[in-house]
């Protein structure tokens, strides 16, 4: 488009810093948003916007705020016809997009012709909400009544605003500050509705927490549970490890949007296991799924007798005076090994 970054419109350097200390507020994600609007506003007077993150896995915007727009267009921008359309258009992009500077004529735009001008728009700008570190994670689009509103200037202010903005409404960066609240977290990753996971910025990640990990079906296995929430442990044996055994916690973040983040998995070391060895930590794991110790011998290969003297040293270990108690106790404190993660054929 040829915009020159040093022309900006007047109060820009004041709403930009406004804007910064905006995105770093105490909030949730939608009153980040909420509240940028308002320095925004004072310098492109526009009469309708939203703030949108993307969900890739179902392809469409979820809203965090949207204003100025009737039933109808707030219907269409939730739909994956408007997904499709924003990333054809080059709406995603970093460069902010006036509708007079689309690849495409407006009358070859079926939205713009029988949405936003039969409702009064006679202009709009769009610019991909993209992280410092290069994620896409939403979208920004204004609309207006007069050209005169979207000016070179305030193209190149929006230009500048976008990474702050896209920093207030980052969904991970919240997950983040989730994350670091496991002790003795050493890696952390995002679990996401179709199974995938995301790396979390600034945590490393782990060999257990890569998609194709036996331990990912596990936590599947947990999710939805009232509360959202489960610990347990995981055989590792490649350092840093200790005990041949790490802990997975996992935090549930299903509710606010992007609905396609679905959890939180850390690993942490494994705590006190009250020398529990791996054996009796899968033995607890069947008991937490619901198993009998005959079912266990079966399952195992093993005499019955044989696990009811695991099951007697497991009450021992843990202080407790009946196996109703220990499954407790190892379901509350992740005190064991879940099934799909047992070797199943220790003794």
Not at 67 to 85: L, V, W
Not at 125 to 136: A, C, E, N, Q, S
Not at 277 to 295: F, M, Q, R
Request: aromatic share 4%; with cysteine; charged share 20%.
């Amino acid at each position: 488009m040829g915009l020159e970054v040093f022309d900006l419109p007047p109060r820009a350097a004041e709403v930009a810093v406004e804007v910064t200390a905006l995105a770093n507020l105490p909030a949730s994600l939608a009153e980040r948003a909420e509240a940028i609007l308002h320095p925004l506003r004072q310098v492109i007077p526009f009469q309708a916007v939203r703030i949108a993150l993307l969900d890739p896995e179902l392809r469409r915007h979820e809203p965090l705020t949207c204003h100025g727009h009737n039933d109808r267009i707030r219907e269409y921008m939730t739909t994956p016809q408007d997904y499709d359309e924003v990333e054809r258009l080059g709406l995603r992009g970093t460069t902010p997009l006036r509708i007079r500077d689309l690849p495409v004529p407006l009358q070859e735009i079926p939205t713009w012709m029988e949405l936003f001008r039969p409702a009064g728009f006679r202009d709009g700008l769009g610019v991909g909400l993209v992280t410092h570190d290069g994620r896409p994670i939403g979208f920004l689009g204004l609309n207006t009544d007069t050209p005169a509103h979207l000016s070179p200037a305030a193209c190149n202010l929006m230009r500048l605003l976008a990474p702050t903005i896209a920093h207030a409404v980052d969904p991970l960066r919240s997950l983040t500050v989730l994350a670091r609240i496991v002790q003795r977290m050493t890696a952390a990753t995002v679990l996401t509705t179709s199974g995938g996971t995301l790396p979390l910025p600034g945590l490393p990640t782990h060999p257990l927490l890569e998609a194709t990990s036996v331990v990912l079906p596990a936590v599947i296995a947990h999710l939805g549970r009232t509360p959202d929430y489960a610990t347990f442990l995981a055989p590792y044996d490649r350092p840093p490890t200790e005990a041949g055994h790490v802990r997975i916690t996992l935090l549930g973040c299903d509710g606010p949007p992007p609905r396609h983040l679905r959890a939180v998995v850390a690993v942490s070391a494994p705590g006190d296991l009250h020398e529990l060895t791996g054996t009796e930590l899968e033995i607890l794991g069947a008991l937490v799924n619901g198993a009998t110790a005959a079912s266990i011998a079966v399952a195992r290969g093993i005499p019955v007798k044989n696990v009811d003297g695991h099951l007697e040293r497991i009450r021992f270990k843990l202080t407790v005076a009946d196996q109703a108690t220990a499954v407790l106790r190892a379901a509350r404190e992740g005190l064991y090994i879940p099934a799909g993660l047992a070797a199943g054929s220790r003794s």
